[in-house]
Structures are given as C-alpha cells and as structure tokens.
C-alpha cells in the first residue's frame, strides 16, 4: 500500500497531537483541529490503511490511535521540519558558554545542563577521547627517595597524575632531564601515534644517562599510561521520570537500572554516533529491552574537525523530536566552537 499525501497528512496530524497531548487520537479530533478538507469518515479509512501499514496503532481498547516506532521513523525521515530556536534561546545558550567556562569539565557540566533545562528530557554526554587527545606537557617531580609523581597534561585540559617507584639514587635533576626528552619528543601526539620507533629514539637520546633510561621506558609503558575510558555525564533523570510513559513503577525501575550503568550508557551514544550531523534512534533501535520506550538524539562535538565526543538526549519516543534536534543541533555548535577557542588558548 502507497504513502500517499493524504495518508502522510493524517500520520503527521497524529504524531503532532499525541507529542503534545500524550492522548490516543481519534478521527473527529484530526478533523476539528487539523483542517485536512476531508470528513472523519474518511480519515477513518486512512487510519485503517496506516494501522494495517504499521505505521500507527491502537493502544488497549481505546478508540484512538498512537504512533508506532515505524511511524515515527517515518516522520523523521521524511515529514519532520525542525523547529527554529528562538533569538533569546539561541542567546541563552551563547551566554551559557561564555560565563565563567574555562575547563573541559565546565563545558561538560554546562553542556548538560542546559540541554535538561531547554528539552526537559535527559542529556547524556561523553567527554572528549582521550585516545584523540594530543600531549601537552609531562612533568616528573620527586616526592620521597624512591617515588615520583607523574603529570600528564593534554590538549584537551584532561590532567592525570600516577605515583611511580624509581631507583633511590635518582635525583629531581634526572627527572628534568627525562621530562624535558618526553616533553620535546611527545608533544602535540595522541597517544595512538606513540610508535615503536619513537620510543627507540627517546631511548638513544637518554642512552648517555644510563641510570634514568630504563627508568624513562618503564615510564612510557606505565607511568603515561593515561586512563583512556571515556567518562559519561548525565543529568535531567527526573525529566524522564515525569513524562507520563513512566508512571509505570516497573518500566522507571528498568530504566533507572540502565542510567546506573555507566558502560551501558557509553554503548548506546556509541551505537547511536551520528559522525556528522544528528542522528534520532527510536526505541528498539537502541537495541535495548530497558529504552524500547525511548528515544535518543546525538550529535558529536568535534575540535579542529576531528569528532571527540558525543551528546545526546534521551526522551520517551513520544518527544518533540523537531525541536529537540534543532536545540542539539544548536548546542553541538556552540560547543565545539567553545572548546576549539579553549583549545587554541592552551596551544
């Protein structure tokens, strides 16, 4: 059976009034408040042909219909027009990033706050890739005989910091001079382009200091080896909770079971990265029994063109998913436009 464009007026006229009432919708209430020019006896057979399409169905025993994951997919794909963001939203989150940000972790913290505040939904963000991230600087200092401290700064203002055993005989002079090696031969490269024949080059340059030079390769095998787990932000979880698709007690302990686990959250912004632009995932798209009720959209905020990140917003399928892309859209922007100027600053 055709999609026609009466069928597709009669699907967007459903999805529309049941994001904004979360209410089944019937016939005589296409026809009162969508103004198709054909009577309710006739939007009653395009709503059979869509139900038998599989694009909407009927909920219970309620004489109204809903959307199906298919029929939002649907409108997503072909009916959905974004929703322009406003001069004053568009100037709230511009002034969001300008007050008072100066660490990737503000960003972060303020990214997700203002997505929970503006959809009213959950934002879930992953902090930048520490496997894309460059080395800044690495200092070595000496706390006892014995222990030294190890800090590593990256491009991205992601600090890490591990105390190593050392030889008692080794001084914070010898120190300087590793850390001065390390520093002019690892600077400005991810930690995917530290090759074997980097590291045969920091040898030899350290080869004259025989008492630090395994010291020096210990380190780049344990001391620099930075914690690359990407971390997950997540805020606005009593968003979800008010949306009347879970007032279920058991479909809430299901998901909070899933916002708990932070690798499970991980997968689904990676199963969802967009590469460029946004990307919507509906329900079972997610491949998750917890957010069949759910949907995502994610986008990923890139620095000097290269993605680090994602950010996402998690919602029940019923969202008002042409608004909640144009905010993200909007906020990936801002964003990345934010910490490439923080970036240059740290260069």
Known sequence: MKMDARKQQVLLAIITDFIATAEPVGSRTIARKYDLGVSPATIRNEMSDLEEMGYIEQPHTSAGRIPSQLGYRYYVDFLMKKKNLTS??????????????????????????????????AAVIMTPRLELSSFKRIQLVLMNPGQAMVIVVMNTGALQSN??????????????????????????????????????????????????????????????????????????????????????????KSLLSLLEQEELLRSLLESSDPGEGVAVRIGSEMMREEVKDCSMVVASYCIDGRPMGTLGVLGPTRMDYAWVVSV????????????????RGWR
């Open 88 to 121: 004053k939203e568009e100037e709230t989150i511009r002034r969001g990033y300008e007050n008072k940000v100066r660490q990737i972790g503000e960003v972060i913290t303020r990214t997700g706050e203002m997505l929970a505040q503006m959809t009213r939904f």
């Open 163 to 252: 105390i190593i055993e050392i030889p008692e005989e080794v001084s914070q002079v010898d120190l300087d001079t590793i850390s001065q090696v390390l520093n002019a031969k690892l600077n400005g490269l991810t930690l995917d382009k530290i090759k074997v024949t980097l590291l045969r080059e920091i040898y030899f340059e350290l080869s004259r200091h025989k008492n630090i030079v395994d010291l020096a390769m210990h380190l780049i095998q344990t001391g620099l080896a930075v914690n690359r787990e990407d971390k997950i932000y997540l805020g606005g979880i009593i968003n979800i909770l008010n949306q009347p698709e879970f007032h279920n007690i058991e479909k809430v």
């Open 328 to 343: 993200v859209e909007y906020m990936t922007r801002n964003m990345s436009e934010t910490m490439e100027k923080m970036f």
